[in-house]
Each structure stands twice: as C-alpha cells, then as structure tokens.
C-alpha cells in the first residue's frame, strides 16, 4: 500500500513536517508521497517522494485510490487493501471547529471515500490508524483518547480536542511533539 499526502497548507509549518516525519516513520518512506508541496520540499525531501504537482494531476487510476474523508459514509475496512493501491489523506492541519476542508480535496479527485470513525484526527493519527487497519486490526480493536491535554508550563496546559491512539497505555504521538507544544508561542 501507497501512502499519499495532499499537501494543504500555505506553507512548510514545523508542525506539518513533525506530523510528516511520523508518517514517513510509521509506512516507510518508499511508500509516502507527498503531493502538491510547492515550498519549502528540501525540508522534507527525506520523508518520501516530495512532487510540487497535486495528486489530481498524477494521471493515476481513481479506481486504486481511497480518500479517507471523514463524511465518507463507509469506514475503512482490512478488506480495502484487497481493492486500493493508494490511500490519500489530506495533509490539513486539524481545527476547531472543523472547517471541513478535506472536501475541497473530494472536489479535485473522483475516487472512493472511507472514514475513519467520526471524529477528527490529525493526518499523522489518521493514518497510523489506516495503516493498523491495512495491517489486519480491527478498528473496533484500536484504543483512542477523544483528547490531549498537555502540560505547558507551571500552571499552564493546552488541550488539543482531536482524538489520538492510545498503546501500552500511552498516546501515539510525533517524536518532539510534546517539546515543540511546549515552545510553541501561540494556539
Ligand atoms: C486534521 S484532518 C483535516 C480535518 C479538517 N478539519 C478538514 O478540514 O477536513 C487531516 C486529514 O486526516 C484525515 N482524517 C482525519 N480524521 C479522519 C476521520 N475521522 N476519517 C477519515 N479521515 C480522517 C483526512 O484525510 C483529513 O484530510
């Protein structure tokens, strides 16, 4: 299975490319492909395949692809692998209240959709839980926490109302998140 990230953002965030370095950790980088970078792609050129071109225009078969798109009416299931080559995510970073902008994704490409449940997740979240899926477990079976709340200062924290895997009784996080959390100025 191929992993593909539409790149959405205006620019290359230190957020985006810790969320990246995650995927590329988590499926390997000879199965991520990052689309549609048009800045800043040396920062990331070790992740995967980086291309300034949108996924749109790869002239691939919509017919191997999956969009997974939280108003997808069915959800991802192990039996997709059977059927998708690709599986496309929208490299958004998460906001509340949602503004929905994996639709704008939908609009560009006429492929098939899945969800991953019905709360919003972060790229990297969603496709950790897609690749466990991909994996054979069962959705039913992975562990999730419907929030992070996290410790920024001595009487400070910052809680981030997007739900994340939980393994071994831990979250599944980016390697650095919590330290750039942490130094981050502004939310
Ligand atoms: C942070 S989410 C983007 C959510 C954002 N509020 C929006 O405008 O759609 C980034 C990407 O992760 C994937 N994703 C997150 N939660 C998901 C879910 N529950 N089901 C399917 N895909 C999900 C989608 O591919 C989505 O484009």
């Not at 992993?3 to 199965?31: F, L, P």
């Not at 048009?38 to 996924?55: R, T």
């Not at 192990?78 to 080559?85: G, L």
């Not at 410790?151 to 919590?178: H, K, Q």
Request: charged share 35%; hydrophobic share 40%; with cysteine.
């Amino acid at each position: 299975m191929k992993y593909i990230i539409e790149h959405m953002e205006d620019e290359m965030y230190d957020w985006c490319i810790i969320e990246y370095n995650h995927i590329s950790k988590v499926v390997g980088s000879e199965n991520l492909l990052i689309t549609n970078v048009k800045v800043d792609a040396e920062k990331i050129k070790h992740l995967g395949k980086i291309v300034p071109e949108s996924v749109s225009e790869l002239g691939l078969d919509l017919k191997q692809v999956c969009l997974l798109d939280p108003e997808a009416k069915e959800r991802l299931d192990t039996e997709d692998k059977k059927e998708f080559d690709y599986l496309l995510f929208g490299g958004i970073l998460g906001d509340f209240p949602r503004k929905e902008r994996t639709k704008e994704l939908a609009a560009k490409i006429a492929c098939q959709k899945r969800n991953l449940g019905d709360k919003q997740m972060s790229t990297n979240t969603a496709v950790y839980v897609a690749y466990l899926i991909m994996k054979g477990k069962k959705f039913e079976d992975i562990h999730f926490a419907e929030e992070l709340e996290i410790v920024t200062g001595a009487n400070e924290s910052v809680t981030l109302p997007f739900r994340y895997v939980i393994e071994n009784s831990e979250v599944v996080l980016p390697d650095g998140f919590i330290e750039f959390m942490k130094h981050k100025e502004d939310f």
